[in-house]
């Protein structure tokens, strides 16, 4: 992961953050074009230091190619909240940025979300680092992220079908 620089984020700072907080919402609401709307259509997302119910995952490459397909589609069924928190802007230039933050992310089945304490979850936290770029000179997208485990707690089989984002 990268040092971490003292940086306001300047002027910029919220644009930047808001194409991190419409990946995860999107993912939340399931709202594919909320999601999309936070990527390039090249992105990458490294999560090959993630191990997700004690399988590795795998990088994935193109927005249409894989994000979409085996990010999206596969929480989409799922119910999910994602707080993200700690986040650091690094302006590196006029249109370039890095990004790093925590995410603690649950998931459950969708059957779960009418229990006030859900029987079956899956809860883990990673630290990211995106690099966030101008598109069309207002509009902010993330290009790359690399993403890394800190810890989990809960049943990882309520994700199911796993190897879709194994190596």
């Known amino acids: 992961m990268a040092s971490f620089k003292i940086s306001n984020g300047g002027p910029d700072r919220e644009p930047i953050i808001d194409a991190i907080h419409r990946l995860y919402l999107g993912i939340d609401a399931n709202d594919l074009e909320l999601f999309t709307s936070g990527f390039t259509e090249d992105a990458e997302v490294d999560l090959s230091n993630v ?9 994935l490459k193109g927005l ?52 006030p304490v859900l029987p079956i979850y899956y809860t883990m936290s990673n630290r990211y680092a995106s690099t966030v770029v101008r598109i069309n000179g207002d509009v902010w997208k993330v290009k790359k992220t690399v993403a890394e485990s800190l810890w989990a707690l809960g049943d990882p089989t309520v994700m199911g079908g796993l190897d879709l984002l194994a190596e």
């Open 64 to 115: 249409q190619e894989d994000l979409v397909p085996k990010i999206f589609n596969f929480l989409g069924p799922f119910g999910t909240s994602h707080a993200t928190t700690t986040i650091r802007v690094d302006k590196q230039s006029a249109d370039l940025a890095v990004v790093t933050y925590l995410i603690v992310a649950q998931h459950w089945k969708p059957s779960d979300t009418v229990h």
């Open 51 to 59: 191990n997700m119910g004690g399988q590795p995952m795998t990088t």
